[in-house]
C-alpha cells in the first residue's frame, strides 16, 4: 500500500531511523507479531543483506541459498503495533523486515476493507462475523 506522508508525524523519518537502525540495530524485531514462530524467538532479519527465504515457510530464512530457498534483499521498515500512524511510542513501534511487516498488516487491514465494504452496502456473510471481531478489536 503506497505511504501517504499526510498519516504520519512530521518526524516520522527520524523515529523510522532511530528504531531500526539505533534500538534494533538493523535487525528485525519481530518475536512474532506477524503470527509466525522465529527460530530463536525473534525474526532478526537484517538490513540490506541478502538471505534466502524458504518457498515453503516464507518466514524462515538463512544466509546461504539451497533447495526451495530463494534470494531477497531484507528492507528494514518500523511498524506500529497497534496500526496508528500516529501512535508514535517506542513499545508501540518495532523494526521489521518487509515480510514480517506485511504479514502484521495483512489481517487488520483485510479486516479494514471488510468493513468499509459493508459501510457501503456488501451484504456480510455469517462466517464473516467472528473474523471482523477478532481482527478489529
Not at 505511504?3 to 518475536?31: K, L, M, V
Request: overall charge positive; aromatic content about 8%.
Amino acid at each position: 500500500m503506497p505511504i501517504n506522508p499526510r498519516d504520519y508525524s512530521p518526524d516520522w523519518a527520524e523515529i523510522s531511523r532511530r528504531i531500526r537502525f539505533e534500538r534494533a540495530e538493523g535487525r528485525c524485531e519481530c518475536r512474532g507479531e506477524c503470527g509466525h514462530e522465529h527460530p530463536g524467538g525473534r525474526c532478526n532479519a537484517p538490513h540490506g543483506v541478502t538471505v534466502y527465504r524458504s518457498r515453503s515457510e516464507p518466514w524462515l530464512w538463512r544466509k546461504e541459498p539451497g533447495e526451495g530457498f530463494y534470494p531477497v534483499k531484507i528492507i528494514l521498515t518500523t511498524a506500529h503495533l497497534d496500526h496508528d500512524r500516529r501512535h508514535n511510542d517506542d513499545e508501540n513501534l518495532r523494526a521489521f523486515c518487509q515480510f514480517c511487516h506485511l504479514t502484521h498488516d495483512r489481517l487488520h487491514g483485510a479486516a479494514l476493507r471488510r468493513q468499509r465494504a459493508l459501510e457501503a452496502g456488501q451484504l456480510e456473510l455469517p462466517f464473516d462475523r467472528e473474523r471482523k471481531r477478532k481482527h478489529l478489536a
